[in-house]
């Protein structure tokens, strides 16, 4: 079977969009539906995998919808729904719970760093995220995903998924008229620059919306004056700037903000360097500033236009949900008939 060179990516609704969510994914997003057939999410069921309050969990929908539409995502070259609206999602989920083996989640290590010492406690959905997330993707026989380092083991878990089913079903598939493997082995998209933005005030952790200090996020909401507010009180050492990228070993918060920079001129760390090398921060810092108000500014006000009266954004997800579906019932039709289910 020859499967089409298609991409699906989601971003779940569980908090205000920031510069990392940017950076390491939607800005991604926007070339790849030039060059492949491209279906973008907001993967709203994995965010109620722990709780959320109903209102926020609407607005965060629209926020990241918003915000698809705002960096330049087209809803006539892209698929952009809500996971919600196609419950073919959770079809396929389950099933691929009884093709999934519990080792394989018990292995999964953000499992563990989100459940801690509560793990009795979680919810069942939390453990069984990863199947979900393979079910997103093969619903759609997905080729390529762009996803973060973080997501990598999830991934793998997907190729694992889709290997187990095709070799399980081998038999029917082919009785069923299809011809080689079922599912894709999906491959993962390269990593972009800064795909992991760190915070302003700890080079050491990554940006979050949970972070104890609002100076350490810029969220994609933020106007002009907050974006430049929060560059320049972000923590830096002593030191100017070095010529070359390996000048930044061992100082986080420089290697973090030069690499904002380059991932929002579009431009690699050494050129970066070899503009600001022996330049000190109040050099940097406020150009840094007046390039990120410059990026994000307008997409913000962007934003905001179409969050003030969201029904373009309700038509955005639902026609993206209708088209979404057409595809999706029609793997799920040929998987009800592989797995045996009468219709």
């Not at 991934?155 to 493997?181: M, P, S, V």
């Not at 320049?232 to 061992?250: H, I, M, W």
């Not at 179409?306 to 209708?322: F, K, S």
């Not at 579906?325 to 219709?343: D, H, N, P, S, W």
């Amino acid at each position: 079977m020859a499967f089409t060179d298609r991409v699906f990516s989601g971003i779940k609704p569980s908090g205000d969009l920031h510069l990392g969510n940017y950076l390491g994914a939607i800005r991604r997003f926007v070339p790849l539906q030039d060059t492949h057939q491209t279906i973008y999410c907001v993967v709203d069921m994995h965010a109620i995998t722990v709780w959320q309050n109903p209102a926020d969990l609407k607005r965060w929908t629209y926020e990241i919808a918003a915000a698809y539409i705002a960096a330049g995502l087209d809803p006539k070259k892209s698929i952009i729904f809500n996971q919600s609206q196609v419950i073919e999602h959770a079809e396929l989920s389950w099933i691929f719970n009884c093709v999934a083996r519990m080792g394989w989640m018990e292995r999964m290590t953000q499992f563990k760093d989100k459940a801690g010492a509560n793990s009795e406690n979680v919810s069942l959905g939390l453990f069984a995220y990863p199947s979900l997330m393979a079910a997103d993707i093969l619903l759609y026989k997905s080729t390529a995903v762009p996803v973060g380092e973080d997501q990598r083991q999830h991934l793998e878990l997907t190729r694992d998924i889709a290997k187990k089913f095709n070799h399980d079903f081998k038999k029917q598939i082919k009785a069923n008229g299809h011809r080689g493997d079922f599912f894709p082995v999906t491959e993962t998209m390269a990593a972009g620059p800064a795909m992991r933005v760190k915070s302003l005030k700890d080079g050491s952790k990554k940006m979050s919306k949970s972070d104890a200090s609002d100076l350490s996020t810029i969220y994609m909401m933020d106007d002009a004056d907050l974006i430049a507010k929060k560059i320049k009180r972000a923590t830096t050492d002593a030191d100017a700037l070095p010529s070359e990228e390996a000048g930044l070993a061992g100082r986080a918060e420089a290697e973090n903000l030069v690499g904002i920079y380059a991932a929002l001129a579009n431009r690699t760390v050494d050129e970066v360097l070899a503009e600001f090398g022996g330049q000190g921060w109040g050099v940097f810092k406020p150009a840094l500033a007046e390039l990120a108000v410059e990026k994000l500014a307008p997409m913000a006000d962007e934003m905001r236009r179409h969050l003030e009266d969201p029904t373009e954004i309700e038509n955005i997800l639902r026609d993206g949900a209708g088209r979404a579906r057409a595809i999706a019932e029609e793997t799920m039709q040929a998987v009800r008939a592989i797995v045996g289910f009468v219709r």
